[in-house]
């Protein structure tokens, strides 16, 4: 986990990130105080890999057996077979020099974690089976029905997510990260739903994993149905929706992403993610935290822009940012696109730009997150006050931009995906960044694309429903832009 980079042990030593807003205190098992993130991971039956669920911070006894009472007579207890702990993970326990970790020694997530979780953040969903060729945990419906029934067992917000949130003195927002395109889509569908009705006036924000790999058209049909379910049932709930492509299809040539490697593909995700929602969790001094809310007001330009678009691009060196990417983006007159960024890697999913114009892309809002670069004179600060000033009256893209002189950490679980790195002291690296999110008529191409898979591939009982509300979420993004565009063409 990245953010435990972030940690200072020196009292003379200030984060400039605020470690309650992601990370939780509490007592351990021997007293002492721990430190643990503010989440919960679902996964299913072998998901976690070797990690047990009570960990040494909360366990330092020998697991129990069957509680005395219950059953007097001779017991036989039979285990499965338990999954091998890592090489990096036995050196981190045993506090030695960890081995240098590679796509093929690297089997689950579990296996580059560096950091302890509350017990009460992991939690197993045994009914499926990580990877299963019987079941298969790929259809919209077998999520839905695997939330109904813990939820009618359980109440799950109320066991799993309230324990959290009521250790909160002022929760900014909640984030989801799901799968957007198998079973975890629906899932999240239902799950969200119900956080919207607990939670009414709370920032949320999902980000929707989309896989990017090449497969057989009859699986990438049916992924793209559940993409379209995740655009119309979930983004209707979210505050802002980030549909993501993991893998992207294209990345520069600074960047060596293994596309079969999770480890090699989380790890871009990661940096783009982390550097984008930066601001949220600096501390709160000179104006530098950034909520989740005010990002959303230069998103959501018109009340409807709820899908959001992710750019991102490492920078060689620290000083690149200040002047990288400034200029033209995707066509489009030079007073409309001055002032954004062209970034790298875009992570959004599937554009189909093959049946739209360059000129027909807009954007309405943009926000940009700027890691690595130097201090900026304060007349330079208020320059861009005004010119945000200017942009609005004259109808132009919202652009807001953060700026921070904090790097991204490279801590040795990273896989050296970056060519483009600066090497500390300790030995770790660090990279330069920068992330962008806008709201753009791209949404528009992707959701005229999938609908148009709807109306092939679902059963008419649900089509109409589907394919008139996605494109009713269409129109959000060519509102009082696509009529002015037309007008202009003889």
Same mark, same amino acid.
């Given at each position: 986990?990245?953010?435990?980079?972030?940690?200072?042990?020196?009292?003379?030593?200030?984060?400039?990130?605020?470690?309650?807003?992601?990370?939780?205190?509490?007592?351990?098992?021997?007293?002492?105080?721990?430190?643990?993130?503010?989440?919960?991971?679902?996964?299913?039956?072998?998901?976690?890999?070797?990690?047990?669920?009570?960990?040494?911070?909360?366990?330092?006894?020998?697991?129990?057996?069957?509680?005395?009472?219950?059953?007097?007579?001779?017991?036989?207890?039979?285990?499965?077979?338990?999954?091998?702990?890592?090489?990096?993970?036995?050196?981190?326990?045993?506090?030695?020099?960890?081995?240098?970790?590679?796509?093929?020694?690297?089997?689950?997530?579990?296996?580059?974690?560096?950091?302890?979780?509350?017990?009460?953040?992991?939690?197993?969903?045994?009914?499926?089976?990580?990877?299963?060729?019987?079941?298969?945990?790929?259809?919209?419906?077998?999520?839905?029905?695997?939330?109904?029934?813990?939820?009618?067992?359980?109440?799950?917000?109320?066991?799993?997510?309230?324990?959290?949130?009521?250790?909160?003195?002022?929760?900014?927002?909640?984030?989801?990260?799901?799968?957007?395109?198998?079973?975890?889509?629906?899932?999240?569908?239902?799950?969200?739903?119900?956080?919207?009705?607990?939670?009414?006036?709370?920032?949320?924000?999902?980000?929707?994993?989309?896989?990017?790999?090449?497969?057989?058209?009859?699986?990438?049909?049916?992924?793209?149905?559940?993409?379209?379910?995740?655009?119309?049932?979930?983004?209707?709930?979210?505050?802002?929706?980030?549909?993501?492509?993991?893998?992207?299809?294209?990345?520069?040539?600074?960047?060596?992403?293994?596309?079969?490697?999770?480890?090699?593909?989380?790890?871009?995700?990661?940096?783009?993610?982390?550097?984008?929602?930066?601001?949220?969790?600096?501390?709160?001094?000179?104006?530098?935290?950034?909520?989740?809310?005010?990002?959303?007001?230069?998103?959501?330009?018109?009340?409807?822009?709820?899908?959001?678009?992710?750019?991102?691009?490492?920078?060689?060196?620290?000083?690149?940012?200040? *002047?990288? +990417?400034?200029?033209? =983006?995707?066509?489009?007159?030079? @007073?409309?696109? $001055?002032?954004? &960024?062209?970034?790298?890697? /875009?992570?959004?999913?599937?554009?189909?730009?093959?049946?739209?114009?360059?000129?027909?892309?807009?954007?309405?809002?943009?926000?940009?997150?700027?890691?690595?670069?130097?201090?900026?004179?304060?007349?330079?600060?208020?320059?861009?006050?005004?010119?945000?000033?200017?942009?609005?009256?004259?109808?132009?893209?919202?652009?807001?931009?953060?700026?921070?002189?904090?790097?991204?950490?490279?801590?040795?679980?990273?896989?050296?995906?970056?060519?483009?790195?600066?090497?500390?002291?300790?030995?770790?690296?660090?990279?330069?960044?920068?992330?962008?999110?806008?709201?753009?008529?791209?949404?528009?191409?992707?959701?005229?694309?999938?609908?148009?898979?709807?109306?092939?591939?679902?059963?008419?009982?649900?089509?109409?429903?589907? *394919?008139? +509300?996605?494109?009713? =979420?269409?129109?959000?993004?060519? @509102?009082?832009? $696509?009529?002015? &565009?037309?007008?202009?063409? /003889?």
């Amino acid at each position: 986990m990245i953010k435990e980079a972030y940690f200072t042990y020196s009292t003379n030593e200030i984060s400039p990130v605020a470690h309650d807003v992601s990370f939780r205190s509490g007592i351990g098992a021997d007293g002492s105080e721990t430190f643990t993130p503010r989440t919960l991971i679902y996964d299913l039956k072998g998901g976690f890999g070797s990690m047990r669920k009570i960990n040494a911070l909360y366990d330092m006894q020998e697991e129990p057996g069957l509680p005395k009472g219950l059953w007097d007579g001779a017991s036989a207890v039979q285990r499965l077979p338990s999954i091998e702990e890592s090489p990096y993970q036995r050196s981190l326990n045993e506090g030695s020099e960890p081995p240098q970790l590679t796509s093929s020694t690297v089997r689950y997530w579990s296996d580059f974690n560096r950091v302890f979780y509350h017990p009460r953040s992991i939690i197993q969903l045994n009914e499926y089976e990580l990877n299963s060729s019987l079941m298969p945990f790929e259809k919209w419906d077998a999520g839905e029905e695997l939330f109904s029934s813990l939820d009618r067992e359980h109440d799950i917000l109320d066991r799993d997510l309230r324990p959290f949130a009521e250790e909160c003195d002022q929760l900014q927002g909640l984030q989801v990260m799901t799968g957007a395109d198998d079973a975890w889509a629906g899932f999240a569908a239902r799950y969200v739903d119900r956080l919207r009705d607990e939670y009414g006036k709370t920032n949320i924000w999902i980000w929707g994993l989309e896989d990017g790999r090449k497969m057989q058209r009859e699986k990438r049909l049916q992924k793209s149905v559940n993409a379209a379910r995740a655009f119309h049932d979930i983004s209707s709930q979210a505050s802002m929706y980030i549909p993501i492509a993991d893998p992207p299809s294209i990345v520069p040539a600074d960047v060596d992403l293994d596309p079969g490697s999770e480890w090699s593909t989380s790890a871009l995700l990661s940096s783009a993610i982390e550097t984008m929602t930066l601001p949220s969790r600096l501390r709160a001094v000179d104006g530098a935290r950034v909520t989740l809310d005010e990002m959303e007001l230069a998103l959501n330009t018109n009340g409807k822009q709820r899908i959001a678009r992710l750019r991102f691009s490492p920078c060689a060196d620290q000083a690149r940012p200040e *002047s990288y +990417g400034r200029g033209m =983006m995707e066509g489009g007159s030079h @007073e409309a696109t $001055a002032g954004l &960024s062209t970034l790298d890697i /875009d992570l959004f999913p599937d554009l189909d730009l093959r049946e739209r114009k360059p000129e027909r892309q807009h954007t309405f809002g943009q926000v940009e997150v700027v890691r690595g670069e130097r201090e900026r004179p304060a007349e330079d600060e208020d320059e861009e006050v005004l010119e945000g000033r200017r942009r609005r009256a004259a109808g132009l893209p919202v652009v807001k931009i953060y700026r921070t002189p904090l790097v991204y950490p490279l801590p040795d679980s990273f896989p050296s995906i970056y060519r483009h790195t600066k090497m500390r002291p300790s030995g770790l690296g660090t990279l330069a960044a920068h992330a962008a999110l806008g709201t753009s008529s791209a949404v528009a191409g992707r959701l005229e694309a999938i609908r148009r898979v709807v109306e092939r591939m679902v059963g008419l009982d649900e089509r109409e429903a589907l *394919s008139n +509300g996605l494109a009713e =979420m269409s129109e959000a993004y060519g @509102e009082g832009w $696509a009529a002015e &565009s037309d007008s202009g063409e /003889d």
